[in-house]
């Protein structure tokens, strides 16, 4: 086998005995050699290849004079004279050893995969195209603890390292909503008992122990106090790190999603029984912007009740009764409310609100005409 066609390719491999010459479309590949000229970068290889590649390819004899490559390395420029060992065959059934080029190659890549693979395409190179031979490192013991340690992953998930970065991760977040639910709790506590959240010493550090610290504002002195008795909140507010959520933009962030989870429980109520009336007034806040309070007075499906419950202010600029009956529908439907369902209006007795032409009343009713 020694003195074969320079036009013809030797596949090796460990996986037959039998030596064979094998032919695919009109390149021999009893000497495997993977190049341009071979390998059509724009297809894949037929079936029938496929099977020649991977059962009919040449091994060489177990007395093979494998040939001798010359090696120099270090700074001593030692010379190494090194070549193919016939074992590494034996021990590795995927590779295949080319004799006009004394390397090796997969013989699985090559047949499988064209020029390129991978994320964006990557250009395929040692193996596949390239040959390897690199005779220094035993290529037995480099494949097989790759193969090794994917297949210890594979086995034990949780030794991966991914896997550890993906359960840490999901640890901190656990811990992280569970402080956060103290603190949550500490706001709607100062919403239940209409108690301000903040005052004039409301930031920094909340030092838990510290007796010499004045008395700050009401949501602050709640979480100092239920800390002293909840070791876990302690840890969390004495830790190192900026991000505690007891901010004022995160106060509000809360306030914010526990009137969007009343909100959405009044529409539903008001959605399923299917009559309501809507109550409003127009006021100015300390700040002097005029605010539209809105309720709504329905009847209860599960208690059988007459129900009136807020719903929510909203600043307007418009102080007409149009501007105004506008501004009542529009956030109805914002919210959720079916308009369909309305069916009576409660204001006070103000022009702008009540009056008979042109107040609020009227123009909801021109919109509405099954309104009393």
Request: aromatic share 8%; with cysteine; hydrophobic share 35%.
């Amino acid at each position: 086998m020694n003195s074969l066609n320079a036009t013809q390719t030797v596949i090796s491999s460990s996986s037959s005995s039998l030596q064979s010459t094998v032919f695919v479309s009109d390149t021999p590949i009893t000497q495997f050699t993977p190049s341009t000229t071979d390998i059509n970068p724009n297809r894949r290889n037929r079936r029938s290849e496929i099977e020649e590649i991977l059962s009919k390819i040449w091994v060489p004899e177990i007395n093979y004079n494998f040939p001798i490559k010359i090696s120099v390395i270090g700074k001593q420029q030692k010379v190494l004279k090194l070549k193919f060992q016939y074992k590494w065959l034996i021990n590795s059934p995927w590779l295949a050893y080319s004799e006009v080029n004394n390397g090796v190659y997969c013989k699985y890549c090559f047949a499988f995969t064209k020029n390129e693979a991978g994320v964006n395409n990557q250009k395929l190179g040692v193996f596949v195209l390239k040959k390897y031979d690199d005779w220094k490192h035993n290529i037995t013991k480099r494949v097989l603890l790759d193969a090794d340690n994917f297949l210890n992953m594979l086995n034990n998930p949780t030794r991966a390292i991914d896997k550890i970065i993906d359960n840490e991760k999901n640890k901190q977040i656990l811990q992280n909503r569970k402080n956060i639910i103290s603190i949550i709790e500490a706001v709607i506590l100062c919403g239940r008992q209409n108690l301000a959240l903040r005052g004039h010493r409301d930031s920094g550090k909340i030092e838990i122990n510290d007796l010499k610290v004045m008395n700050e504002d009401n949501f602050r002195e709640i979480l100092r106090y239920r800390a002293q008795g909840d070791i876990e909140m302690k840890t969390y507010l004495e830790s190192s790190g900026k991000m505690k959520y007891t901010s004022h933009r995160s106060q509000n962030n809360m306030i914010d999603g526990c009137n969007k989870i009343l909100l959405d429980k009044v529409v539903f109520r008001v959605n399923t029984a299917k009559c309501f009336s809507i109550l409003a007034d127009e006021t100015a806040d300390i700040s002097g912007v005029e605010q539209v309070s809105l309720c709504v007075k329905y009847i209860n499906s599960n208690t059988l009740k007459l129900t009136e419950e807020f719903l929510q202010f909203v600043p307007t600029n418009a102080m007409t009764g149009k501007g105004i009956a506008n501004l009542i529908l529009e956030n109805l439907k914002q919210f959720g409310i079916n308009t369909q369902y309305l069916r009576g209006q409660g204001y006070d007795g103000a022009a702008a609100m009540a009056g008979k032409f042109n107040g609020v009343q009227a123009h909801i009713k021109e919109i509405h005409p099954n309104l009393p």
